[in-house]
């Protein structure tokens, strides 16, 4: 069974740096794309960032040269460093990973369990 975990969340003041990881394990061909979500309360999940297998990326505009996604293709992960927080980045940030199950089959999404990032003003 495919898993996405996450870690990496907590309170930060604003201005600081914070940084997420996401590692996906169990048995599985390959991983496609990668991103991170968030979704503050009372607002729909939103895409922070994305990342290919071939390191092309994409931000969000409300992110973009604040925040910096990699991948370790060896070790399953995707990273989120996140610089210059501000109180309107406080969500829970999900990890997504489009994974292809084995040789052959469609992919499937999946979403890690999600953790908190607070920051305080």
């Not at 201005?15 to 390959?30: D, E, K, N, V, W």
């Not at 939103?46 to 925040?67: M, P, Q, W």
């Not at 910096?68 to 399953?76: H, P």
């Not at 927080?85 to 999900?94: C, E, M, N, Q, R």
Request: net charge positive; charged share 15%.
């Amino acid at each position: 069974q495919v898993q996405l975990v996450e870690s990496g969340g907590g309170l930060v003041q604003a201005g600081g740096p914070l940084r997420l990881s996401c590692a996906a394990s169990g048995r599985f061909f390959s991983i496609n794309v990668m991103g991170w979500y968030r979704q503050a309360p009372g607002n729909q999940r939103e895409l922070v960032a994305t990342i290919t297998s071939d390191n092309t990326t994409n931000y969000a505009d409300s992110v973009k040269g604040r925040f910096t996604i990699s991948r370790d293709n060896a070790k399953n992960t995707v990273y989120l460093q996140m610089n210059s927080l501000k109180p309107d980045d406080t969500a829970v940030y999900y990890c997504n990973a489009h994974i292809i199950r084995q040789r052959g089959l469609m992919v499937n999404y999946y979403w890690g369990q999600g953790t908190q990032v607070t920051v305080s003003s």
